[in-house]
T-cell receptor, first 116, second 115 residues
Framework: AQKITQTQPGMFVQEKEAVTLDCTYD???????LFWYKQPSSGEMIFLIY??????QNATEGRYSLNFQKARKSANLVISASQLGDSAMYFC?????????????FGAGTTVTVRA | DGGITQSPKYLFRKEGQNVTLSCEQN?????MYWYRQDPGQGLRLIYY???????QKGDIAEGYSVSREKKESFPLTVTSAQKNPTAFYLC??????????????FGPGTRLTVL
């Protein structure tokens, strides 16, 4: 079964507006971490933000915030005040705590295109 | 500067040939990973290593091999047994402390094309 589901293959957003990227996850492990990465056209993966399953508050990093709804198993990324440089592919990923490895499971990604 | 380097950036291979992709890190990370990415798709784990001289298969290890003789280096060999090797390959590394929160740092990737 898919551990991470990103249902939006592509999205368009107007410059300076906010955009929400959906991510749902599946785990029975009470301890887990959720990550968002950005992949520009150059291909390199850039870490954006992290949310732990026991964190009480939603994570924020500059213009990035994570809307964490634990009961719904969703961890949506919100990008505020979009910039042209935000055009990229965005991946949600999860690490489960009870496994003895440090593997990440990735979703299929969402392509964001910011329009001027 | 600390980081992960991958070489070459582009690699062309004839069918039936083995090729080795290089991955080096100077972040002093214990764990290293290899991922494969197909166009428009997410990342799939090929192999990973948490310590020198030890490594484990990921989800799609068939047709690939790795070695971890040094902490800094984790080369990936794409063998002729890999039926569809054309893809983008990403190497990553992380610490193994603080089990949940360890972001993985990625290299710039190698784009492999089989001719």
């Amino acid at each position: 079964a898919q551990k991470i589901t990103q249902t939006q293959p592509g999205m368009f957003v107007q410059e300076k507006e906010a955009v929400t990227l959906d991510c749902t996850y599946d785990t029975s492990d009470p301890s887990y971490g959720l990550f968002w990465y950005k992949q520009p056209s150059s291909g390199e993966m850039i870490f954006l933000i992290y949310q732990g399953s026991y964190d009480q508050q939603n994570a924020t990093e500059g213009r990035y915030s994570l809307n964490f709804q634990k009961a719904r198993k969703s961890a949506n990324l919100v990008i505020s005040a979009s910039q042209l440089g935000d055009s990229a592919m965005y991946f949600c990923a999860m690490r489960e705590g009870q496994s003895n490895d440090y593997k990440l499971s990735f979703g299929a990604g969402t392509t964001v295109t910011v329009r001027a | 500067d600390g980081g992960i380097t991958q070489s070459p950036k582009y690699l062309f291979r004839k069918e039936g040939q083995n090729v080795t992709l290089s991955c080096e890190q100077n972040l002093n990370h214990d764990a290293m990973y290899w991922y494969r990415q197909d166009p428009g798709q997410g990342l799939r784990l090929i192999y990973y290593s948490q310590i020198v001289n030890d490594f484990q298969k990921g989800d799609i290890a068939e047709g690939y091999s790795v070695s971890r003789e040094k902490k800094e280096s984790f080369p990936l060999t794409v063998t002729s047994a890999q039926k569809n090797p054309t893809a983008f390959y990403l190497c990553a590394s992380s610490t193994v402390e603080g089990r949940i929160y360890n972001e993985q740092f990625f290299g710039p990737g190698t784009r492999l094309t089989v001719l």
